[in-house]
């Protein structure tokens, strides 16, 4: 029924092709298209015979608007699903612009060089207006809606996990359990064991710069920033356990406050051991985070890509990964005059994913929502001219498709609520 070329082979890719290949009825063919074009053709070799999409790969760096191009002409799909990394994100949506094809995406645009002065200028105004220093933020992105208007296409920003589920189990609050909401705290815990004394669960690079910046929160209309890991909490997580959590800055929080009305604060926490946080300070403070390229021996070298070379690879972490996941948000709000508190989350077991499709459930929880949000957009469900996030459409037919794919959520109509103090 459809065609889906997807960008990137990587953890999260992996597992959204996998999902994608129990989903041949939606997705008939695909190309796996990546730079390494090595590991497209070994993950065909996995997944032919056992399922009935027909698979096709292909070489493509995305960096490269007229690649991207060609390979769209060629493959002719119906939409293009980009799992390689934020970097990437404009040169897709150049090509799907140029080629008349939707767009699909987990995270929002990132500068690979934030070193450069163009991009530097109009970051430092960003900040300055808006007031958070994030190296990302929706606003290029968005300033493509005219553009996909008017191509009659779409583009679907932001359907991983957090955001994607996130965003979607705030629309699907809204339509059912509130007339407004005024909180959401974005709660995303990782209770995995990996037995590695320092590793990051997705791509470094990106998971890094990250955890190291500046936190933010959303309130009464407008950013407050903290230091990074200024405010802390520890939260009883069901199926997991007591753990600390620290409030980050995080890109869903940017666009709920576009489009949940009346909404008056918006924060996220992501658990951290104190193992991974010590590492992390002692990385950050020797250099090691830097993307600015250094010479060294007579070679340009950028030190944290040469710290991903180091770092176990994360899709490596699926088979010595044990443990949960627990991800969700706590909303407070009124409904019919009272006030009400919900917490709607997800569960996810490690162990559980890599039996089902060799990876851990950190790409797990990415994977299987990046398929569902191009299952949206090719069966039409979530279709119209434009660029949008998850939130801005109907989360019914999304929140099905979570429970029979593999994510199933559970409402909890009494939980705990989040208690923050500062650190010294
Ligand atoms: P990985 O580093 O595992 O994979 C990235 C893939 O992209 C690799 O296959 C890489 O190829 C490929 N790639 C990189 N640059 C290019 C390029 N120029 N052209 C073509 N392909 C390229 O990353 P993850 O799978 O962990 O993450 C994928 C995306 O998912 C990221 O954007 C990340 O931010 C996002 N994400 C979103 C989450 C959410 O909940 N919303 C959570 C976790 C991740 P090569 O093998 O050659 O390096």
């Given at each position: 029924?459809?065609?889906?070329?997807?960008?990137?082979?990587?953890?999260?890719?992996?597992?959204?092709?996998?999902?994608?290949?129990?989903?041949?009825?939606?997705?008939?063919?695909?190309?796996?298209?990546?730079?390494?074009?090595?590991?497209?053709?070994?993950?065909?070799?996995?997944?032919?015979?056992?399922?009935?999409?027909?698979?096709?790969?292909?070489?493509?760096?995305?960096?490269?608007?007229?690649?991207?191009?060609?390979?769209?002409?060629?493959?002719?799909?119906?939409?293009?699903?980009?799992?390689?990394?934020?970097?990437?994100?404009?040169?897709?949506?150049?090509?799907?612009?140029?080629?008349?094809?939707?767009?699909?995406?987990?995270?929002?645009?990132?500068?690979?060089?934030?070193?450069?002065?163009?991009?530097?200028?109009?970051?430092?105004?960003?900040?300055?207006?808006?007031?958070?220093?994030?190296?990302?933020?929706?606003?290029?992105?968005?300033?493509?809606?005219?553009?996909?208007?008017?191509?009659?296409?779409?583009?679907?920003?932001?359907?991983?996990?957090?955001?994607?589920?996130?965003?979607?189990?705030?629309?699907?609050?809204?339509?059912?359990?509130?007339?407004e909401i005024h909180t959401i705290d974005i709660l995303d815990c990782n209770g995995g064991d990996h037995g590695y004394p320092f590793a990051t669960n997705f791509n470094p690079e990106i998971n890094l710069r990250e955890v190291s910046a500046n936190g933010?929160?959303?309130?009464?209309?407008?950013?407050?920033?903290?230091?990074?890991?200024?405010?802390?909490?520890?939260?009883?997580?069901?199926?997991?356990?007591?753990?600390?959590?620290?409030?980050?800055?995080?890109?869903?929080?940017?666009?709920?406050?576009?489009?949940?009305?009346?909404?008056?604060?918006?924060?996220?926490?992501?658990?951290?051991?104190?193992?991974?946080?010590?590492?992390?300070?002692?990385?950050?403070?020797?250099?090691?985070?830097?993307?600015?390229?250094?010479?060294?021996?007579?070679?340009?070298?950028?030190?944290?890509?040469?710290?991903?070379?180091?770092?176990?690879?994360?899709?490596?972490?699926?088979?010595?990964?044990?443990?949960?996941?627990?991800?969700?948000?706590?909303?407070?709000?009124?409904?019919?005059?009272?006030?009400?508190?919900?917490?709607?989350?997800?569960?996810?077991?490690?162990?559980?994913?890599?039996?089902?499709?060799?990876?851990?459930?950190?790409?797990?929880?990415?994977?299987?929502?990046?398929?569902?949000?191009?299952?949206?957009?090719?069966?039409?469900?979530?279709?119209?001219?434009?660029?949008?996030?998850?939130?801005?459409?109907?989360?019914?037919?999304?929140?099905?498709?979570?429970?029979?794919?593999?994510?199933?959520?559970?409402?909890?109509?009494?939980?705990?609520?989040?208690?923050?103090?500062?650190?010294?």
């Amino acid at each position: 029924m459809s065609r889906l070329l997807v960008i990137g082979c990587g953890g999260v890719a992996a597992v959204a092709i996998n999902k994608c290949c129990q989903n041949s009825e939606v997705f008939t063919d695909i190309c796996i298209a990546s730079r390494t074009k090595e590991k497209c053709d070994a993950l065909k070799a996995k997944l032919e015979g056992k399922t009935k999409t027909r698979i096709e790969t292909a070489r493509v760096d995305a960096d490269h608007t007229e690649e991207v191009i060609a390979l769209i002409k060629s493959y002719q799909p119906d939409a293009v699903l980009n799992v390689a990394l934020p970097y990437q994100d404009l040169t897709i949506m150049d090509a799907c612009l140029a080629a008349g094809v939707d767009y699909i995406d987990t995270a929002n645009y990132e500068s690979e060089d934030t070193e450069d002065p163009q991009w530097r200028a109009i970051y430092e105004k960003r900040c300055e207006e808006l007031g958070f220093t994030a190296y990302f933020d929706y606003s290029w992105q968005w300033n493509y809606r005219e553009r996909f208007e008017k191509a009659n296409i779409t583009a679907l920003l932001g359907t991983g996990f957090d955001p994607g589920v996130t965003s979607v189990f705030s629309a699907y609050a809204l339509k059912h359990y509130f007339d407004e909401i005024h909180t959401i705290d974005i709660l995303d815990c990782n209770g995995g064991d990996h037995g590695y004394p320092f590793a990051t669960n997705f791509n470094p690079e990106i998971n890094l710069r990250e955890v190291s910046a500046n936190g933010s929160y959303w309130e009464d209309g407008h950013w407050i920033e903290t230091k990074p890991m200024e405010l802390k909490s520890r939260y009883n997580f069901p199926e997991v356990g007591e753990k600390d959590m620290y409030l980050l800055h995080h890109e869903e929080i940017e666009s709920l406050a576009k489009n949940i009305p009346g909404v008056k604060r918006i924060r996220f926490f992501m658990t951290f051991g104190q193992s991974y946080l010590t590492h992390m300070k002692c990385l950050e403070n020797v250099g090691m985070l830097s993307t600015a390229p250094i010479e060294f021996n007579g070679q340009s070298i950028v030190p944290i890509q040469f710290l991903k070379a180091l770092l176990p690879d994360p899709a490596s972490l699926g088979p010595r990964t044990v443990g949960k996941t627990n991800i969700g948000c706590i909303f407070t709000g009124i409904k019919d005059g009272k006030e009400k508190t919900i917490y709607i989350y997800n569960v996810c077991d490690h162990q559980e994913c890599y039996k089902e499709v060799e990876s851990q459930a950190i790409s797990y929880t990415t994977g299987v929502p990046a398929m569902i949000g191009a299952m949206m957009v090719v069966t039409g469900q979530w279709k119209k001219p434009g660029v949008f996030n998850v939130e801005e459409f109907d989360p019914d037919p999304y929140m099905e498709a979570l429970n029979k794919w593999g994510l199933p959520w559970v409402v909890c109509e009494d939980p705990e609520t989040v208690t923050v103090w500062r650190q010294e």
